[in-house]
């Protein structure tokens, strides 16, 4: 029962754009329109969960046994980095019309805080296997639905009136804070 | 001579990388908690900075165009490993504050866009003045925002607590009597995160275009 409830609070309680403020950067820059907030959330769901999944082995039976933990940041860097441009390569020969949807966004995601932080806090909260599949993908989760909502949010707001010295990236944060302290309240239910 | 400083000041504050590029966000909103800690990730991207312009700027000319952005990223991460084993060593209790947000600064988009877009085309000595810029900017924001955010949130500001195993002293200040002011704890939060960084951008830059009209959109 573990497992559900830290999906249910990776998704919500604990969600990384939000809480955690990792991946604010595609958040406020390119979640401009509904598609481009979506085609970018897929791909860093797909990122996220594979590489949490191949870092988990790489920690565990590579940098333990060798007593090189010192080097997870360098290391795991290099594997988002491979990882994304291995994916970009499969899905080009693959899966055109998918990488015509998401490939645009696939190179950013590499700088992403998103992925590297989800891979950072699974090794900080000593998760297992299971635990880093499903804290992975309910992270991803997370960060889809609330880049879907804020995208649409934002199309309301471009309009509306605004101050001309908050439009942009003042308004999207403070907009931001208004989501997040309504995320927070399923913490005090 | 002073004209120098003078024009050098002024970069810092109208090209910040916070404030008006908006680079660096996810630090800057998650470790504003208390003065103390915005100094610190301030300086921590700063030496980052200053160390990975100045590799950079040495290793450019052997890098192929391709591989660049890896090869430029294993070399921050290089100078965030530093960090990582000295703070661990030396100051632990930062260390365990500043949490996976110091290994982020690997992703941090002001460092790799220093290194991309000045210290790759740019001899030595400008790169590392351009680092120096650039971290002090950020530092200066986030200084900014984290005693924006303690004493409202908290009604004191911290100088000295984590990193006293290394001063020897403990330095907090109470801002105001208790009984005047009840501290809100939004701003410690991270929606209060969002809301003061959101007003302090939008604040920032009013004050900037104040010779135009500030009107609505």
Redesign the interface.
Known sequence: MNLISLLITSILTQNII????????PF?GVSDDEESGLGMGLAVTLVITVSSILTYFIHHYILIPTNTE?????VF??VI??LVQMIEIIMRRYFPRLHKLLGLYL?LI????AV??VI??NV?NNYNLIQTIVFAFGSSIGFLLVIYIFSTIREKIRTN???????D??????T???M??IF?RYIGG | MKKKTFSFLGEILNENPLFVS??G???A??ITLTFENSLMMGLSVLFVLMGSNLIVSLISKWVAEEIR??AF??VI??F??IL??LMKTYVPSLFQAL??YL??I????II?GRALSFASKNKIKASILDGLKAGLGFTFALILLGTVREVLGNNQITFMDKISPLTGYIAKYQILPVNDIIPNKLFL???????T???L???I??IR?RGGK????
């Open positions: 939000l809480t955690k403020f990792l991946g604010i950067c406020v010192y080097l997870r940041t360098i860097i290099l980095a491979s190179p590499t700088t992403n805080c590297l932080g950072l806090l900080f009136p605004i101050i001309k010295s908050f439009t990236f003042p308004i999207a944060l403070i931001a804070g208004i997040a302290l927070l | 908006s680079l966000m996810c630090s909103l998650a952005i890896p990223i294993v991460a290089t965030v490993t990582e084993l949490g996976i290994p982020l690997v992703v941090n988009c790799l939060s991270p929606a209060g995160a969002f809301i960084l959101g007003l951008i939008g604040i830059k009013a275009n500030d009107e609505l959109n």
